[in-house]
């Protein structure tokens, strides 16, 4: 079974440029989470999917992040304009539920400088 | 999140020791879930405990939960190089998202 596909893995940029990651979940996975974590901390929720809804976006910055999942499936998740403080990685996973049984992509390394 | 600490923050061990990490909610746990991580990588989920004493093993890795003291620990049995990375917990919590620990970092020495 294919796991959960991000890209890129890596990605450094200048701030105030604009960042887009893309993932790909386990196919069939209705449920899709893309999370941020910078470097010694846990992973903080930044999205969270039921099929092409938002479930939850409360702790997503809006003035410059933004998600979507069209149709359901691929998802991608934009920064514009990045921050210093963006700098971290993003790792987006899936599960077939709501449960925190999720599979995890190997996530993208942004470097915001 | 400040609703989930782990301890140690990192962890040095001489390969074949065995070692304990420890998981500590500040509300009353419906499930507590350990995933380990390898620097840079995404998570890998290990185990998940839902009751309280529940007590779950998967080759040299046990983890259990104390409901009533409200934490966990993860205790890893004659550890290996293959077993470094970063381990973090997981909880849900009524009328909250899914949070996690920051992680306990844990390198083997061989």
């Known amino acids: 079974e294919a796991g959960v596909a991000q890209s890129p893995r890596y990605k450094i940029i200048e701030k105030r440029q604009s960042v887009a990651f893309w993932c790909n979940p386990i196919s069939g996975h209705a449920t899709l989470y893309w999370y941020q974590q910078i470097l010694g901390q846990g992973p903080k929720l930044l999205i969270q999917f039921q099929n092409n809804g938002v479930v939850d976006d409360s702790q997503l910055p809006k003035d410059r992040f933004s998600a979507e999942r069209l149709k359901g499936v691929d998802s991608t998740l934009k920064i514009q304009p990045a921050k210093l403080e963006d700098s971290a990685v993003y790792l987006c996973?899936?599960?077939?539920?709501?449960?925190?049984?999720?599979?995890f992509g190997q996530g993208t390394r942004l470097t915001v400088v | 999140s400040q609703e989930l600490e782990q301890s140690p923050q990192s962890l040095i061990v001489q390969e074949g020791k065995n070692l304990t990490i420890n998981c500590t909610s500040s509300k009353t746990l419906y499930g507590l879930y350990w995933y380990k991580q390898k620097y840079g990588e995404g998570l890998i989920f290990l185990m998940m405990l839902q009751k309280g004493g529940e007590e779950k093993s998967h080759e040299k890795i046990t983890a259990k939960l104390d409901e009533k003291k409200q934490q966990s620990s993860l205790h890893i049995t004659a550890s290996q190089p293959s077993h470094a990375g970063i381990y973090l917990c997981g909880a849900g919590y009524y009328g909250q998202n899914f949070v996690f620990g920051p992680g306990t970092r844990l390198s083997v020495l061989p």
């Open positions: 996973a899936s599960s077939l539920d709501h449960g925190p049984e999720a599979f």
